[in-house]
């Protein structure tokens, strides 16, 4: 169940502020860990930057049970039991929803950041530039379309899903297809990534939405208007991505199926996880 204070009057669910907002510093060795779920689209961003930077030995990770109880995230092998021990070390009186992505230092002892679009940028732009992922001159573009994508699709979906009235619900659902139909557009011109022959920052966050959108976001949040693979530009440059071992390795269906469908029961009461959608994301 959302809390309250994430729904506004009118039934639109307003995502909660990041509480942990530094940005990070210079990498040690054993210095920072990264706590992921493969389920969370926000998460898998930096999974899968870390990948593409060549950056695993600097960032440890931590995989999260896909489950969440009512005490939030467990960390297998117990080491803490809960992610909720990280956020009250850090912040005894934090009360809000304890989240990942969300960077530890281990030096320091306390979250640096679960600040999620800030830290795919400061790896980008602090740890590694090859490949070069933001690049300096496409940077107010990449800006324009990360808003566009985090408004109109990544964080939108959550909005259909989340609603709590008819009129938030259809709302964000008819911003969600107007994005798609738009990334259709601009794919269905050629170039195989969104800027052109250029994989950055853009293409993670785009994808991430679409790895979920008919295994779960089509049924689970009612985004049901068309499926992914409805969409014939946006399906194949989806496949094209998967195909790319940074983006198909840390997708892990299973872990998003039972994520979504048992952890929201306000949503699915009965927990029930779907079979399929038999989908071959093979190029
Ligand atoms: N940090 C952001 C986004 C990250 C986020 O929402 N992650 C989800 C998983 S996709 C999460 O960890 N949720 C935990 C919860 O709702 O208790 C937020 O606070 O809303």
Redesign the pocket.
Same mark, same amino acid.
């Given at each position: 169940m959302k809390p309250a204070r994430e729904t506004t009057g009118d039934g639109r669910f307003a %995502?909660?502020p990041?509480r942990f907002t530094e940005r990070l510093g210079p990498p040690g060795p054993g210095r920072y860990r990264l706590y992921a779920?493969y +389920?969370? #689209? =926000? +998460?898998q961003r930096v999974l899968i930057v870390r990948r593409l930077l060549g950056v695993e030995d600097l960032l440890d990770v931590t995989i999260v049970d896909p489950i %969440?109880d009512e005490k /939030? =995230?467990r960390v297998p092998g117990g080491d803490p039991e809960y992610l909720s021990e990280l956020y009250l070390a850090s912040d005894p009186d934090y009360r /809000? %929803?304890?989240?990942? #992505?969300v960077i530890w230092d281990a030096a320091e002892g306390r979250i640096v950041t679960?600040d999620?679009p800030q830290i795919t940028l400061d790896l980008e732009t602090t740890w590694s530039t090859t490949p070069d992922l933001y690049p300096e001159r496409l940077r107010p573009e990449i800006d324009a379309l990360n808003d566009r994508l985090y408004h109109g699709l990544n964080n939108a979906v959550y909005e259909a899903g989340f609603a709590r009235s008819q009129a938030a619900y259809e709302e964000a659902v008819a911003r969600v297809f107007a994005t798609l139909d738009e990334l259709e557009e601009r794919l269905a011109a050629g170039s195989p990534y969104l800027f052109g022959d250029e994989l950055t920052e853009s293409d993670v966050r785009a994808y991430t939405t679409l790895a979920r959108f008919d295994a779960v976001y089509h049924g689970h949040f009612k985004c049901s208007v068309r499926r992914l693979v409805d969409y014939p530009a946006l399906w194949a440059y989806a496949r094209r991505l998967y195909a790319i071992p940074a983006f198909g390795e840390t997708t892990d269906f299973d872990h998003i199926k039972r994520h979504y469908y048992m952890t929201h029961p306000d949503i699915n009461p009965s927990r029930i996880v779907p079979v399929g959608p038999a989908i071959d994301w093979s190029l």
């Open positions: %995502r909660q990041n779920s +389920a969370c #689209p =926000w +998460a %969440r /939030g =995230w /809000g %929803r304890y989240t990942v #992505p679960n999620f």
